[in-house]
Nanobody, 120 residues
Framework: QVQLVESGGGLVQAGGSLRLSCAAS????????MGWFRQAPGKEREFVAA???????DYAASVKGRFTLSKDIAKNAVYLQMNSLKPEDTAVYYC??????????????WGQGTQVTVSS
């Protein structure tokens, strides 16, 4: 059993930055891949970024070069640094734990989500 809690969302102007955090409890992060997904109103949940147990990372094309995913195993936490934010980044962002994948259905554990709103 893994519990995940996201934080760090908020309202930011286009071009600004936010840092999202995902704190985990239960099982250590070393045994799981961690993913970030987002869901905008009326849209399907989409892949943002993932990091596996070796710290290999992958990013959606829409965020590559702007977002950076990192992992702190000692703290059981992952972070998503989001720079050069665009209005189309507006969504609820979810942290997930499971096997390394870009498909949200492959993840077993989910946080409650944190709202990110980017104004134009």
């Amino acid at each position: 059993q893994v519990q995940l809690v996201e934080s760090g969302g908020g309202l930011v102007q286009a071009g600004g930055s936010l840092r999202l955090s995902c704190a985990a409890s239960g099982r250590t992060f070393s045994s799981y891949a961690m993913g970030w997904f987002r869901q905008a109103p009326g849209k399907e949940r989409e892949f943002v970024a993932a990091i596996n147990w070796t710290a290999f990372t992958d990013y959606a094309a829409s965020v590559k070069g702007r977002f950076t995913l990192s992992k702190d195993i000692a703290k059981n936490a992952v972070y998503l640094q989001m720079n050069s934010l665009k209005p189309e980044d507006t969504a609820v962002y979810y942290c997930a734990a499971g096997r390394y994948s870009i498909d949200y259905t492959d993840y077993d554990y989910w946080g409650q989500g944190t709202q990110v709103t980017v104004s134009s």
